[in-house]
């Protein structure tokens, strides 16, 4: 039977797959901080005890994934100017029940609102966020997992229904001096992937 014309599986077989890949990634992940284990450990408690942890209709929080894209000479990063939150951020978004993983949905969001392919992701998650997300309702927390990509040299980016803008920025430029973004360029930076 092809692709196209194979059943779907149940909704909930393919998210309980997706939070048990999520789990697996989370409790074998070395955080690089003694806040980012604290964080490590409340997602994995969360989604222990949340069966639909991993989708967007979750409350009150649930689990995001994104991807900070560096130029292929690791000066530059690419972000996207967000349309609800109108701020400068890397690309990421809700897990949706067709990505195989926290990577997959991380490596999705990033070509979706780049528009770039040919993106190498480190498999291996870089930071950890929880951030509250007003947009998304009340009180409502994404618990983001970050990934960082090498876009190819010859990139050329383009903007998504998501955002405003989407533009490379030089890591000693960055539109802002957002603690948590200067953290997950650092982090993302010292990481070997190839430039």
Known sequence: MSAS????????????????????????WTAPTAGQEGLRQRYVDYLAAHASGVLR??????????????????????????????????????????????????????????????????????QLSDHEVPFCGEGVHHYDVR?????????????????LDVRWFPVAELPNDDPDMLDLIELARRREVTF
């Not at 990934?147 to 955002?163: G, I, L, T």
Request: hydrophobic content about 45%; charged content about 25%.
């Open 147 to 163: 990934f960082v990509a090498v876009a190819p040299a010859d990139a050329v980016p383009a903007v998504s229904e998501e955002s």
């Open 5 to 28: 014309r194979r059943p779907l599986a149940p909704r909930g077989l393919v998210s309980d797959q997706l939070r048990e890949e999520a789990l697996l990634t989370l409790s074998s």
């Open 57 to 126: 209709e979750d409350r009150p929080h649930h689990l995001t994934a994104s991807t900070l894209v560096l130029s292929a000479d690791g000066d530059a990063v690419l972000l996207t100017l967000h349309a609800k939150a109108q701020r400068w951020f890397q690309f990421g978004g809700h897990l949706e029940t067709r990505d195989a993983s926290l990577l997959a949905a991380a490596a999705r969001e990033a070509s979706e609102e780049s528009g770039l392919t040919g993106l190498v992701l480190d498999p291996v998650p870089v």
